[in-house]
C-alpha cells in the first residue's frame, strides 16, 4: 500500500508514504501546509491496508478531485459557519461513498473497518472498536 498510496492523494488528503497523486493537488490552492497535511494524514487512514490499482488510483484521484472544488472555503482563523460544516459533512459523505464504489468487496471491508475507526477517534474512543 504505501509504494501504491506514496505518490500523495489530496494535497494531503491524506498522508506521509501512503498517499496518492491526488494529494498534492491541493497544494498552491489557498490551502495551507496544516490543512494539507491533515487530508493526507485522513487518506493514509481510510487507504490503511488497501493497495490500489493503477486504474483505481486514477478514479479515487478523479473523485478526490471532483469534491475538492465542491467543498466550501475555510478561512484560517475563522470557524466556519454552521452551514459549510453541514455542506461539508454533507460532501464528505458522498465523496466517501464514490471512493467505496471504486474499490473490490474485499477492499471495501477494509476501507469500512477504516472508516469506523476515524469516525471513534473523533469521539474519543482512540480507534478501538467498540466492546
Known sequence: MRKTIGIALVGAALLGGAVTASAQQ?????????????????????????????????????????????????????????EDRAKRRELQTKQQADVRAVLTAEQQKTFDTNMTEMRNMGRGGGGRPPA
Open 26 to 82: 491541493g497544494q498552491g490552492q489557498g490551502q495551507g501546509p496544516g490543512r494539507q497535511g491533515g487530508q493526507a494524514r485522513m487518506m493514509e487512514m481510510m487507504f490503511k491496508g488497501i493497495e490500489l490499482s493503477a486504474d483505481q488510483k486514477t478514479k479515487v484521484d478523479s473523485v478526490m478531485a471532483a469534491y475538492r472544488t465542491q467543498m466550501p472555503q475555510m478561512t484560517p482563523g475563522t470557524p466556519p459557519s454552521e
